[in-house]
């Protein structure tokens, strides 16, 4: 049995806690990604400095 049954996310209230749930999941996905992202290109140019030197 879950703690919300299909009539509470019907509700305004249900509808906002989707929202704010799908909110935060997109922005742990998208900070994650920009993490992944700025390690990957700080190695690049840490290896571009080793090959120019």
């Not at 922005?27 to 090959?51: C, G, I, R, Y």
């Amino acid at each position: 049995m879950s703690m919300y049954d299909r009539r509470f996310f019907q509700t305004k209230l249900g509808q906002a806690a989707i929202a704010s749930v799908a909110a935060m999941c997109a922005f742990v996905a998208l900070s994650t990604q920009m993490q992944v992202n700025s390690t990957a290109h700080a190695a690049e140019l840490q290896h571009e400095v080793v090959e120019l030197a």
